[in-house]
């Protein structure tokens, strides 16, 4: 009877590790921000001039033409929140963070700006800007209202 435990702690003492390192490793490979692989894989380019863009209209893509993907963006966003409101612009940044992850170090400052453009379009209403703020990239979009 010793025998069998001891013989049973061994073997689960083996292949324990085993498995751990093989399921952490197939988790690690799905992660969120790991780059998309394949067909999935989606770009937005700030001058690939093969369409318009996410959330953007043909216009808007033309004068983003030659920007960074982060000034790109930047005009997006800020023709989404004035087309529409700061909920949409702010639904937009969400998606491309999402789509677009080496853009995240970017987040905050586009999340502020937002902000600050949402306070000019209601000529200065905080508390109507102040409505559509929700957590997107840490709360920077209320920020950029208040400051």
Same mark, same amino acid.
């Given at each position: 009877?010793?025998?069998?435990?001891?013989?049973?702690?061994?073997?689960?003492?083996?292949?324990?590790? %085993?498995?751990? %390192?093989?399921?952490?490793?197939?988790?690690?490979?799905?992660?969120?921000?790991?780059?998309?692989?394949?067909?999935?894989?989606? %770009?937005?380019?700030?001058?690939?001039?093969?369409?318009?863009?996410?959330?953007?209209?043909? *216009?808007? *893509?033309?004068?983003?033409?030659?920007?960074?993907?982060?000034?790109?963006?930047?005009?997006?966003?800020?023709?989404?929140?004035?087309?529409?409101?700061?909920?949409?612009?702010?639904?937009?940044?969400?998606?491309?963070?999402?789509?677009?992850?080496?853009?995240?170090?970017?987040?905050?400052?586009?999340? *502020?700006?937002?902000?600050?453009?949402?306070?000019?379009?209601?000529?200065?209403? %905080?508390?109507?800007?102040?409505?559509?703020?929700?957590?997107?990239?840490?709360?920077?979009?209320?920020?950029?209202?208040?400051?």
């Amino acid at each position: 009877m010793k025998q069998l435990v001891r013989r049973i702690g061994q073997t689960v003492a083996l292949t324990l590790p %085993v498995v751990l %390192v093989t399921t952490g490793t197939l988790a690690v490979t799905r992660v969120p921000w790991a780059p998309p692989t394949g067909l999935d894989q989606q %770009v937005v380019a700030a001058s690939s001039g093969d369409g318009a863009g996410i959330g953007r209209s043909a *216009t808007a *893509t033309t004068k983003t033409d030659g920007l960074a993907p982060q000034d790109s963006l930047r005009v997006a966003l800020l023709d989404e929140l004035r087309a529409k409101n700061p909920s949409a612009a702010l639904d937009l940044l969400e998606r491309s963070m999402r789509e677009q992850p080496s853009l995240t170090p970017y987040c905050t400052s586009l999340a *502020t700006e937002l902000g600050k453009a949402a306070v000019r379009k209601y000529q200065g209403d %905080v508390q109507r800007a102040r409505s559509f703020a929700r957590p997107v990239c840490d709360g920077s979009f209320a920020a950029g209202i208040t400051g």
